[in-house]
């Protein structure tokens, strides 16, 4: 934490305005992200986060604090079938997964005066046919030729 603390120190010394913290697992340690949040100075910051990971103290920092947090959360799909199909949560119930998750993005509804929100979904059928287009793409191209 020590140089956590020198660089937000530096941060605001040199008022830096637009900080991301390229972290999706920021908000895993609830304690060290609110200590990172009420240190922050002025400025707007961007934070990548587990939707899943949410709780009523690490919003309630983001909401109080100096800076306006914008939360970013990536959800890789609410849909039960694609969610046991990609098997990112390694066996978990997908539908007790997606359950948590909307409780989770309900919460922080609570905040939305203090804490910006954005939400992307990626579904995946979506990103394979991005997947397939863009690798047959090059041949698709050829044959037009």
């Given at each position: 934490?020590?140089?956590?603390?020198?660089?937000?120190?530096?941060?605001?010394?040199?008022?830096?305005?637009?900080?991301?913290?390229?972290?999706?697992?920021?908000?895993?340690?609830?304690?060290?992200?609110?200590?990172?949040?009420?240190?922050?100075?002025?400025?707007?910051?961007?934070?990548?986060?587990?939707?899943?990971?949410?709780?009523?103290?690490?919003?309630?920092?983001?909401?109080?604090?100096?800076?306006?947090?914008?939360?970013?959360?990536?959800?890789?799909?609410?849909?039960?079938?694609?969610?046991?199909?990609?098997?990112?949560?390694?066996?978990?119930?997908?539908?007790?997964?997606?359950?948590?998750?909307?409780?989770?993005?309900?919460?922080?509804?609570?905040?939305?005066?203090?804490?910006?929100?954005?939400?992307?979904?990626?579904?995946?059928?979506?990103?394979?046919?991005c997947v397939v287009w863009f690798v047959l793409l090059p041949w698709v191209m050829a044959l037009c030729v």
């Amino acid at each position: 934490m020590c140089v956590m603390k020198e660089e937000l120190k530096w941060l605001a010394d040199n008022d830096i305005k637009d900080i991301a913290i390229l972290d999706p697992t920021f908000n895993t340690n609830t304690l060290r992200a609110v200590n990172i949040l009420e240190r922050l100075h002025k400025c707007k910051v961007s934070v990548q986060i587990r939707p899943e990971k949410l709780n009523r103290t690490f919003l309630e920092a983001a909401a109080n604090s100096q800076a306006r947090v914008t939360l970013e959360m990536g959800v890789q799909t609410l849909n039960a079938s694609e969610m046991s199909l990609i098997d990112r949560m390694k066996g978990a119930d997908p539908e007790k997964v997606i359950a948590k998750v909307k409780d989770k993005l309900k919460l922080s509804e609570e905040f939305s005066s203090g804490v910006d929100r954005e939400i992307s979904v990626r579904t995946f059928p979506r990103v394979f046919i991005c997947v397939v287009w863009f690798v047959l793409l090059p041949w698709v191209m050829a044959l037009c030729v």
